[in-house]
């Protein structure tokens, strides 16, 4: 999902743009999802299950989003889900 | 129902809540059974806290903070200015925790249910005040540590939260737990079609509180159903159904032992 | 028409002919005959509202809250301890910028109990963000809660509105009224607008959420500039008010005999009348009285009140009111705009104030006494 910028000022009242999000959740995790697809059915429990709404119905995480909980990897029934250590992609968030 | 019935947008998203929450999947849930004419209604509790701070807005349908004690008072004024302005097709829910339902907000949820107002009151229960940091509610099982039971644990038992809204007058009442979404789904999804005041009652761990992993949270919940400690109930019209009865009850020790908040010292051990 | 009807009734008369949409009120002595008149309009269909039943103030004004939110015009009454009841919802609904409007039937707090009147619970509320305005009478409760719908639901304010009628002495006194008719309130007061402080299935919003330090203080100074705008707001309302109905209001100040006067008397409520008699017969004998009488506390009258006070040699405040420790609300609240030397406590619990005693007061001021001084 798409972050939007910091308001350049408050409201008047404390009324606002519905699902306004200025900061992502990805850097509180210490270990990653990472689905393998080949094992993947579809079934979608990881997306069901996910408290955070960081796994599409079509089965792709959003790392902005993702906190690392680790339920996915609990509960898919054919052990697709990997959690895997954040530090072994800490190269690729800085090159990012 | 299935994760396929369900709305594909996410209507709480990029929420503060800890890895893990129990009460933040309990929350996306409904909102994806009831869709986007949901007006959610939080009083003071971890969803308000983690899903509203200016300028990240977790909610993307119409959401409000209310008052503590007040949930259930400000959705019947939220119902009924809209039922007077004739909008149409509209579900009006609210999502307090066990402390804003059993103890602080019982009064006005109390209110509603006399009433007969046509809200959907969600209580998620994470067993505990978890937001200002794991004190002792109403709906502390016993034996339970808190910060406000810190040694011994709670001494007393949970109040029977579907027993009292029953007794009220509620027009229908469920337990759920998160490790059974699909009963949690049908559970919305039924209590959406009724109209009057409906309650549903779920279970949803907290980590942090309850003393397990972050990936454990769901899986504990499901214990929670099978071994007997949290029965999933369903009351409508005068009479109550069990949904599912206890699959495995001798696993109820080892379910308590691997809590961390059941852990209770020797010295402060009493029978 | 000509009524003769109780300051209840003269309340629930201005609710009638405002057309709320939503109404929750809970009992209390002495506002209970305003509910019920109202639970009468609803129920014998003169009234086109929904009367939501509730347990509780603290529900009564969270129902009128969350209706306001729902985008509809909303009422609700209390008094003394229901008041303090609802504390935690009154600088909600303001913060918020609900702009329900309230009648509060001024009632004594406990303990020890009493069910009669004097201001200690409105004033005690003074900083919960709500326009406060007194009344005199039971034609300026009527005024005033029309009025009120006006004021609080103008874009420019979005502040909710608190009336106040003293308990007995204007709940339950019978005076003759002028009962406006249904089609001139109905140009007076334009359909309510929520603007952005609406739930909306087009754009959805989020309401009343948290605001961290970098954030919070921009809602507050926001809130305070708008009940500073409501000044002009109120002077429109006043105007169209004297053009549609024939009686001219004063906004902030009621000034009796200020323009030469030596010894000011400060007072708030059904008091006023008889002060002003009083100031009257000491100007027969020839000491230059004067009675200030305040109409709004919030917001406070601050150039007014500057503007009649300081000419005058000395000026006292009566007030049915005691921050205990301190002196009364009303005298530091007018101290803060212009040097007064005399606070006089008086009323307490329903207490007589009578024309000797408010004599006494100037006699106090002319001897030069100040501080606080107990009726």
């Known amino acids: 999902m798409p972050l939007k910028r910091l308001p350049d000022k408050a409201p008047e009242l404390t009324a606002f743009e519905a699902g306004y999000l200025v900061s992502p959740n990805g850097e509180w995790r210490s270990v990653r999802p990472v689905i393998d697809m080949e094992r993947c059915v579809r079934c979608g429990q990881c997306y069901l299950y996910c408290p955070d709404g960081a796994i599409s119905p079509e089965i792709s995480v959003d790392y902005d989003f993702c906190k690392g909980c680790g339920i996915c990897a609990k509960i898919c029934g054919k052990g697709a889900v990997a959690m895997r250590k954040e530090s072994d992609y800490a190269q690729l968030h800085q090159r990012k | ?271 | 028409m000509r009524s003769f009807i109780s300051g209840n009734d003269a309340a629930a008369a201005a609710v009638h002919l405002a057309r709320p949409q939503v109404i929750s009120a809970y009992p209390i002595t002495p506002q209970t005959t305003v509910v019920e008149r109202l639970a009468e309009f609803v129920e014998d269909g003169s009234l086109d509202a929904e009367f939501v039943h509730v347990e509780s103030e603290h529900s009564a004004l969270s129902v009128a809250m969350g209706a306001s939110l729902a985008g509809v015009r909303t009422f609700t009454a209390t008094s003394s301890q229901g008041l303090l009841y609802m504390a935690e919802v009154l600088p909600y609904a303001a913060g918020g910028r609900f702009p329900v409007v309230m009648v509060n039937a001024n009632r004594s707090l406990a303990l020890p109990w009493n069910i009669y009147g004097d201001q200690r619970d409105s004033l005690s509320q003074l900083d919960s963000g709500w326009i406060q305005a007194y009344a005199e009478n039971a034609q300026e409760v009527l005024d005033l809660t029309l009025m009120a719908f006006r004021v609080a639901e103008d874009p420019s304010v979005r502040v909710p509105f608190m009336v106040n009628l003293d308990g007995f002495h204007l709940t339950h006194t019978y005076e003759v009224v002028e009962l406006p008719e249904q089609a001139q309130v109905n140009v007076f007061l334009p359909d309510y607008d929520p603007g952005e402080n609406q739930i909306d299935f087009e754009s959805p919003r989020n309401f009343g959420f948290s605001a961290g330090p970098e954030w919070n203080a921009s809602f507050h100074r926001s809130h305070h500039e708008a009940m500073l705008r409501a000044w002009d707001v109120i002077d429109q309302a006043e105007r169209k008010f004297h053009a549609i109905f024939g009686r001219r209001y004063p906004g902030g100040v009621d000034a009796y005999r200020c323009g030469d006067a030596e010894y000011i008397l400060v007072t708030l409520g059904s008091v006023s009348g008889l002060c002003r008699e009083t100031a009257d017969s000491l100007r027969d004998h020839g000491v230059r009285a004067g009675i200030l009488r305040l109409r709004y506390l919030r917001p406070f009258p601050h150039e007014a009140v500057r503007e009649v006070l300081s000419p005058a040699k000395a000026t006292a405040v009566l007030e049915k009111d005691i921050s205990f420790g301190g002196a009364g609300t009303v005298f530091t609240n007018v101290r803060s705009a212009a040097p007064a030397q005399l606070n006089v406590i008086g009323g307490l619990g329903g207490a007589d104030i009578s024309k000797e005693r408010i004599a006494g007061i100037f006699e106090s001021l002319i001897q030069g006494e100040s501080g606080v001084k107990w009726l």
């Open chain 2, 1 to 271: 129902m299935s994760a396929r019935d369900l709305d594909a947008r996410e209507f709480f998203f990029g929420h503060k809540a800890c890895a893990g929450c129990g009460g933040s999947l309990a929350v996306r849930i409904a909102l994806k059974v009831l869709g986007e004419r949901t007006v959610a209604v939080l009083p003071a509790g971890c969803m308000s806290a983690v899903g509203f701070n200016f300028p990240q807005l977790a909610f993307t349908n119409n959401a409000l903070i209310t008052p503590f004690a007040a949930a259930a008072s400000v959705m019947t004024g939220i119902e009924a200015g809209l039922r007077r302005r004739s909008v149409k097709n509209v579900r009006v829910v609210g999502f307090a925790g066990d402390g804003g339902t059993a103890d602080i907000g019982l009064q006005a949820l109390s209110g509603a249910i006399d009433r007969g107002d046509n809200i959907l009151y969600i209580c998620y229960d994470n067993e505990a005040y978890m937001n200002t940091g794991i004190q002792k509610s109403g709906l502390t099982p016993h034996g339970a540590r808190t910060t406000t039971t810190p040694h011994k644990g709670s001494r007393r038992p949970k109040k029977d939260m579907l027993a009292i809204v029953a007794a009220n007058g509620v027009n229908y009442t469920a337990s759920a737990s998160i490790g059974y979404l699909d009963d949690y789904m049908r559970k919305i999804k039924k209590a959406a079609g009724i109209t009057g005041a409906k309650y549903i009652h779920v279970l949803a761990p907290c980590p942090t509180g309850w003393g397990v992993n972050t990936d454990e949270t769901v899986e504990i919940a499901r214990e929670a159903v099978d071994v007997g400690f949290w029965p999933l109930r369903e009351y409508e019209n005068g009479t109550w159904i069990t949904n599912r009865a206890p699959s495995r009850p001798q696993d109820l020790e080892r379910h308590i032992k691997r809590q961390g908040r059941f852990k209770i010292e020797k010295r402060y051990q009493e029978d």
